[in-house]
């Protein structure tokens, strides 16, 4: 499996921030895409999540099982995307039945309720309204999310930003298992990830787009 994005352009309501975004991420790669605040990184993950139409350009997910790369994705943007008045559990039942099995991904396993609770180190409180939550709990049950219906690529907008050091490598190891098995993820983000072998996009305001190979906050000893 293989994203391809060729030719991308990024623009919110008319401006065009960049364009002639190409790249390839195969499966197992991780892409992390880096730049200042207001730079366009959000927008970018909102096109690539077909959540903003690609003004020009094309963004597929070859040998995917014929699905599009909306289908195929998971998206976590700023907001964790859960109702606080529910439980913990309810809102993960809740994006279980809607997310689904699909069909092109029926022989990858998923994670059941307390399975996906559990490796986010947070089990025995799913019964909690997610309003109770703390705000590094709230994110880390948004990351559970994830894991109860399986796409093989994440969106991932500033997972880490409200993680403790602890949670955030608990984050990069569930990231690592989803690179392992084949998954493909891009993430913006302004700290590091603690991914070892991750591909970068620095997006430069008033400069194109640059794709290099290495993530810029990648450990020196993985270099
Ligand atoms: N609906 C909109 N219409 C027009 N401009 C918008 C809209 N939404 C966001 N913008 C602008 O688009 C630009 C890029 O925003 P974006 O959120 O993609 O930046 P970012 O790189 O993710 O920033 P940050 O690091 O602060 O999260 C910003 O200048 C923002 O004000």
Redesign the pocket.
């Known amino acids: 499996m293989r994203l391809v994005a060729d030719n991308v352009c990024v623009a919110?309501?008319g401006?065009v921030?960049f364009s002639g975004i190409s790249f390839s991420l195969n499966a197992g790669e991780a892409l992390v895409v880096s730049?200042p605040?207001?730079?366009?990184?959000?927008?970018f993950l909102r096109v690539v999540a077909g959540l903003l139409p690609d003004a020009e350009g094309r963004i597929e997910l070859e040998g995917g099982g014929g699905e599009n790369v909306a289908e195929s994705a998971h998206y976590l943007g700023h907001r964790n995307a859960m109702k606080r008045a529910l439980s913990v559990r309810e809102n993960l039942e809740f994006w279980r039945d809607f997310m689904g099995v699909s069909e092109a991904y029926q022989t990858k396993v998923s994670s059941n309720v307390e399975e996906a609770v559990a490796k986010v180190g947070l089990d025995g409180i799913d019964h909690l309204p997610f309003g109770y939550l703390s705000a590094g709990q709230q994110r880390r049950i948004a990351m559970a999310k994830l894991l109860i219906a399986y796409r093989p690529l994440w969106i991932l907008d500033?997972p880490t930003a409200a993680l403790d050091v602890q949670s955030q490598d608990m984050f990069a190891r569930l990231i690592e298992a989803h690179l392992e098995g084949g998954g493909l993820v891009i993430a913006?983000t302004?700290q590091p990830l603690g991914l070892t072998d991750a591909r970068s996009l620095v997006l430069d305001p008033g400069s194109r787009a640059a794709f290099g190979a290495r993530d810029p906050f990648a450990p020196e000893d993985a270099a």
């Not at 605040?37 to 927008?43: A, E, F, I, Q």
Request: no cysteine.
């Open positions: 919110r309501s401006q921030f730049g605040n207001g730079v366009g990184k959000s927008t500033e913006a302004h």
